[in-house]
């Protein structure tokens, strides 16, 4: 970094001497010309760039984190195409971003320091302002399916289901689904969270929030980042919550004043977590045995299956690639189960 300021300052010295020499010399063959404009005042490294670019650990701590995170692993970067690009690469998550475009990437980026700042925008600490950052109106969930949750709302951009076709209308007639992969794609956490764009099938329970969605004012951001990260592995820029294997980085949690005791969270989490894990084993392992699922989880294609049919898979789905066991919506995501299980009963095998 120093080398690179004081190459801009040799440059900048360099081009002083020059033009001196060039006026002294001008001034010998003929009479002086009117003088130029001023020029812009350069940028002041110590203003600008030494704001984020000084001696403290600060940067680069960050630096490291993200390097250990799955978003710093970069593998799945080559998902470049049109449709995978914007949520799989730098450059496809700005351009949808700041000019609505959703668009192939050549020589991809993964996900860095930039894709989710303004870095060396204006070169000032403004530039760590965060892009994708108004409310997100989500793909998935219709147009009432919106998150806004502070600072998080960078990562709903991405953590969201993408469209679903056909999308399952209750009352409607069957539909063949030739797509074995039918479903709301990896990463709905937004989804769950805010507890919109599944399936909503009747059945003994009624479909409510967890206390997170209100009280959880940032979203992802106050569980994922907390502030105490434990060393690389979690937290902060690293952004995990589960390491060494069983661990849980569990003081986000209690930020909010709900939860007082992290010990008491861990053991809560741990009973929700045996038991949706268990529901959606069940429900997966009674659409295999309906022939609706192949052995390996996926949608036995070609198939026609009623709206409820259909809207039971997208349920499962919805729920398992959310990857929370419930964390981030526990009474939605119950809901969906317990419901879609009732519903299969009585569907008859
Ligand atoms: C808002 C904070 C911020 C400011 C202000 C800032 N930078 Fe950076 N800079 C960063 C970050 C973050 C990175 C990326 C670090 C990484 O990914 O390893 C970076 C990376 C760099 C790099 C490494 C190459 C690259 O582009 O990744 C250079 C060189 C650099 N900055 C120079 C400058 C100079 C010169 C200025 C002032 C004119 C400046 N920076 C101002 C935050 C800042
Ligand atoms: C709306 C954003 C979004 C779009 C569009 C998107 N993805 Fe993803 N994808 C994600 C997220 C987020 C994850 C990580 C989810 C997680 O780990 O919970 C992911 C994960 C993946 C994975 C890794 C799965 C695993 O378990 O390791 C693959 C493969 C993948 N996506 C392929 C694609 C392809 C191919 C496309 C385009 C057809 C695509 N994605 C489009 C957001 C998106
Ligand atoms: C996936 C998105 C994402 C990426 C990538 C990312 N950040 Fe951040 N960063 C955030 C979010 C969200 C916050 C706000 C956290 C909060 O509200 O506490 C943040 C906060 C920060 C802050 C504090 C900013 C302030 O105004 O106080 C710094 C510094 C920072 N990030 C640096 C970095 C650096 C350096 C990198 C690259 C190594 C990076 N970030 C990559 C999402 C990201
Ligand atoms: C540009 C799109 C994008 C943004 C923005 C983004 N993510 Fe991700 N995230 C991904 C992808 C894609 C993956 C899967 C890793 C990969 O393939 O790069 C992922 C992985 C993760 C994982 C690890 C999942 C696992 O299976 O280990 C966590 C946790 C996560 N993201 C949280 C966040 C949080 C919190 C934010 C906001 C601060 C955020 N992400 C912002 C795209 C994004
Ligand atoms: C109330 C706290 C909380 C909020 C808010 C929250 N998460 Fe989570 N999240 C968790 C917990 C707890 C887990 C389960 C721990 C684990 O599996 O590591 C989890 C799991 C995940 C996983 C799977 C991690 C893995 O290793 O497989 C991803 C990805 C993720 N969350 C992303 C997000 C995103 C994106 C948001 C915002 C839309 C979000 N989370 C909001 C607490 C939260």
């Known amino acids: 970094m120093k080398r690179q300021i004081s190459l801009l300052t040799l440059a900048t010295t360099a081009l002083f001497v020059l033009s001196f020499v060039m006026i002294s010399s001008c001034t010998k063959t003929g009479p002086e010309g009117p003088s130029g404009k001023d020029g812009e005042d350069g940028l002041n490294a110590d203003a600008s760039c030494v704001k984020c670019h000084d001696f403290s650990d600060d940067l680069l701590t960050k630096v490291h984190q993200f390097a250990n995170s799955a978003h710093g692993s970069g593998a799945n970067v080559d998902r470049s195409a049109v449709g995978c690009a914007q949520c799989h690469t730098s450059q496809g998550f700005?351009?949808?971003?700041?000019?609505?475009?959703?668009?192939?990437?050549?020589?991809p980026a993964i996900i860095n320091c930039r894709t989710c700042h303004k870095i060396h925008e204006t070169y000032s600490p403004a530039d760590y302002a965060l892009r994708g950052s108004g409310a997100v109106a989500m793909v998935m969930g219709g147009p009432a399916a919106q998150y806004n949750y502070g600072t998080s709302n960078t990562c709903a951009n991405c953590h969201q289901g993408r469209a679903v076709t056909p999308y399952p209308v209750a009352g409607g007639d069957p539909v063949q689904i030739t797509n074995k992969r039918y479903g709301p794609h990896y990463g709905p956490q937004a989804n769950m969270f805010i507890g919109k764009g599944a399936y909503e099938i009747a059945g003994p329970m009624p479909y409510s929030n967890s206390p997170h969605t209100q009280a959880v004012t940032n979203g992802c951001v106050t569980c994922h980042m907390d502030g105490a990260p434990v060393g690389l592995k979690a937290g902060g820029h690293q952004m995990s919550i589960t390491y060494n294997g069983t661990s849980k980085l569990l003081t986000g949690c209690t930020v909010s004043g709900c939860h007082t005791d992290a010990a008491v969270v861990k053991s809560m989490f741990d009973a929700n977590r045996a038991e949706i894990a268990a529901l959606e084993l069940q429900l997966e392992t009674e659409l295999k045995a309906m022939g609706l699922l192949d052995v390996e989880g996926y949608v036995a294609v070609p198939a026609t299956l009623t709206q409820d049919q259909l809207g039971i898979?997208?349920?499962?789905?919805?729920?398992?690639?959310?990857?929370?066991?419930?964390?981030?919506?526990?009474?939605?995501?119950?809901?969906?189960?317990?419901?879609?299980?009732?519903?299969?009963?009585?569907?008859?095998?």
């Open 313 to 349: 898979i997208l349920n499962l789905k919805l729920v398992h690639y959310d990857h929370s066991y419930g964390a981030h919506n526990y009474r939605y995501t119950k809901a969906l189960l317990v419901n879609s299980l009732d519903a299969l009963a009585k569907m008859g095998v």
């Open 94 to 107: 700005r351009l949808m971003v700041d000019s609505g475009q959703i668009a192939a990437v050549t020589s």
